[in-house]
């Protein structure tokens, strides 16, 4: 299977433990996006990285969450001091950089992972 | 700054009916719009998307939707359902790398 693949698919946690949550992206894709989507909302923008560099974060990204991606391979997204609000699915996609596409503007389409569901207790 | 509005947030239909889930974005650039849609426990697959050219995109599974710059709409449309498109539907819009996505339309066909 060469798609996105997240681990876990599921984790349970008591208010105030640290998570972390692994994305491994296809393999040539040199962006990795990380999305959070609560019941009833569309996915939101936490953050995206081009190859090892961070190069934007949300407002949605509190201090208590950090994002790496060593290397530029695989990338993990770790909470700290979890908050029942932070009870969600946690998405990762990944593309190609935009400047592979023909036009050189348009983007490329994201690929995304199934997703990692948080609940915090 | 940029947003989606998808105004239903279910839509009920008998299989072979017509079916459009609308959706509006507020943006002050050109925008590039897509459709992604989410079945029962599946991550977001791209179903199509308007990047520039003809307003009218299709994919291959008889989906269309079409690009309405002055309504600031892209509609997404299909002339008969199945029981297999009973999934989530999310339009999406993006000027930079990551998208902005609306709350999502769950399209539930029944026999």
């Known amino acids: 299977d060469t798609g996105v693949s997240q681990n876990p698919r599921h984790k349970i946690t008591k208010r105030g433990q640290n998570v972390t949550f692994r994305c491994d992206p296809i393999?040539?894709?040199?962006?990795l996006y990380w999305y959070r989507q609560t019941l009833g909302q569309g996915p939101e923008f936490l953050t995206y990285f081009q190859n090892e560099a961070q190069l934007e974060k949300s407002r949605l990204l509190s201090d208590r969450f950090s994002a790496e991606r060593p290397k530029g391979s695989f990338s993990t997204l770790e909470i700290q001091r979890t908050e029942q609000g932070d009870s969600a699915m946690y998405l990762c996609a990944s593309s190609k950089s935009d400047s592979s596409f023909i036009t050189g503007l348009a983007p490329s389409e994201q690929f995304f992972g199934p997703g990692t569901r948080l609940t915090v207790l | 700054a940029q947003s989606v509005t998808q105004l239903d947030s279910q839509v009920p239909v008998f299989e072979e009916a017509p079916v459009e889930l609308r959706c509006n974005y507020s943006s002050s650039v050109s925008v590039y719009l897509f459709w992604y849609v989410q079945y029962p426990n599946q991550g977001l697959q791209l179903l199509l998307k308007?990047?520039?050219?003809?307003?009218l995109v299709e994919s291959i599974n008889g989906f269309e939707a079409e690009f309405n710059k002055s309504q600031t709409s892209f509609h997404l449309r299909k002339p008969s359902v199945h029981i297999s498109d009973t999934a989530e539907y999310f339009c999406a819009v993006t000027t930079t790398p990551q998208l902005t996505f609306g709350k999502g339309t769950l399209l539930t066909v029944n026999p």
């Open positions: 393999s040539e894709h040199n962006r």
């Open positions: 308007y990047l520039s050219g003809s307003t």
